[in-house]
């Protein structure tokens, strides 16, 4: 984070006007519009021929990477923190770990190994968090 340039086409990135609720959407430059459903989808590592192992360590109390992510304006439109949200039917929330858990599922029952790791009460960072837990379950995974 420390080398993170906040430059235009860098962090966090540009948008563009949309005419749909809030009325912007992920543009096409930048660190968090390449997370942008638009321009990132990782289902197709299902059909990969070779499927390398997968580890997933993640925190239960990522505020971010959730399903009740603090950074999904729907999610917050539906809380009430964002006014004029027009309804689940419109804008659901993104279920951000269910849908990472359904690929990796589906990578799974196509051959792969995956192993997941929930480390309780973590949050965005569990190498920094959980540092000892993390390396644990690295070191595991990688044979080491």
Same mark, same amino acid.
């Given at each position: 984070?420390?080398?993170?340039?906040?430059? !235009?086409? %860098?962090? !966090?990135?540009?948008?563009?006007? #949309? =005419? %749909?609720?809030?009325?912007?959407?992920?543009? /096409?430059?930048?660190?968090? %519009?390449?997370?942008?459903?638009?321009?990132?989808? *990782? #289902?197709?590592? *299902?059909?990969?021929?070779?499927? !390398?192992?997968?580890?997933?360590?993640?925190?239960?109390?990522?505020?971010?990477? #959730?399903?009740? #992510?603090?950074?999904?304006? %729907?999610?917050?439109?539906?809380?009430? *923190?964002?006014?004029?949200?027009?309804? =689940?039917?419109?804008?659901?929330?993104?279920?951000?770990? /269910?849908?990472?858990?359904? *690929?990796?599922?589906?990578?799974?029952?196509?051959?792969?190994?995956?192993? &997941?790791? &929930?480390? &309780?009460?973590?949050?965005? /960072?569990?190498?920094? =968090?959980?540092? =000892? &837990?993390?390396?644990?379950?690295?070191?595991?995974?990688?044979?080491?």
């Amino acid at each position: 984070m420390l080398t993170t340039s906040t430059e !235009p086409g %860098n962090y !966090p990135g540009d948008g563009t006007a #949309s =005419e %749909n609720w809030p009325g912007f959407g992920a543009g /096409s430059v930048g660190v968090l %519009n390449t997370m942008a459903p638009g321009h990132f989808n *990782v #289902s197709g590592i *299902v059909d990969l021929a070779r499927k !390398p192992p997968i580890l997933w360590i993640h925190g239960t109390a990522d505020a971010i990477v #959730s399903d009740a #992510s603090f950074f999904d304006l %729907n999610h917050l439109g539906a809380l009430g *923190v964002i006014p004029g949200w027009p309804g =689940e039917d419109v804008a659901p929330a993104q279920p951000m770990v /269910s849908q990472t858990r359904d *690929v990796l599922d589906a990578y799974a029952a196509a051959g792969g190994t995956v192993t &997941e790791v &929930e480390l &309780e009460g973590a949050g965005h /960072s569990p190498h920094l =968090e959980r540092p =000892e &837990e993390f390396r644990a379950a690295l070191r595991k995974h990688i044979g080491a």
